[in-house]
């Protein structure tokens, strides 16, 4: 499901309160507010749905696949994603 998917599913459950548009940016301001929250290192919890959350990963020496020489890969930081254990049980 892409964005304008689900801003019409969200339409569809939402007609009779809210437009297409409110719900485009609704759906926007959701996004904003959750990139924010990640930038600042904070932890984002959906009761349940799950958590997205900040991981940091040192860096590290590799191995180049294509010429298997050495490479340092420099630390950085990426967004996980934990599934509450309700979201679990509906997918299974």
């Given at each position: 499901?892409?964005?304008?998917?689900?801003?019409?599913?969200?339409?569809?459950?939402?007609?009779?309160?809210?437009?297409?548009?409110?719900?485009?940016?609704?759906?926007?301001?959701?996004?904003?507010?959750?990139?924010?929250?990640?930038?600042?290192?904070?932890?984002?919890?959906?009761?349940?749905?799950?958590?997205?959350?900040?991981?940091?990963?040192?860096?590290?020496?590799?191995?180049?696949?294509?010429?298997?020489?050495p490479?340092?890969?420099p630390?950085?930081?990426?967004?996980?994603?934990?599934?509450?254990?309700?979201l679990?049980?509906?997918?299974?």
């Amino acid at each position: 499901m892409n964005k304008s998917e689900m801003v019409t599913e969200m339409y569809q459950k939402l007609h009779e309160t809210m437009t297409q548009k409110q719900c485009a940016a609704a759906l926007d301001a959701l996004l904003a507010i959750t990139e924010a929250a990640l930038v600042r290192g904070e932890a984002v919890s959906l009761y349940h749905f799950g958590t997205f959350e900040v991981r940091s990963y040192g860096a590290r020496d590799a191995l180049s696949p294509r010429t298997q020489e050495p490479i340092k890969i420099p630390e950085c930081r990426r967004v996980a994603f934990r599934a509450s254990k309700s979201l679990k049980r509906a997918i299974n």
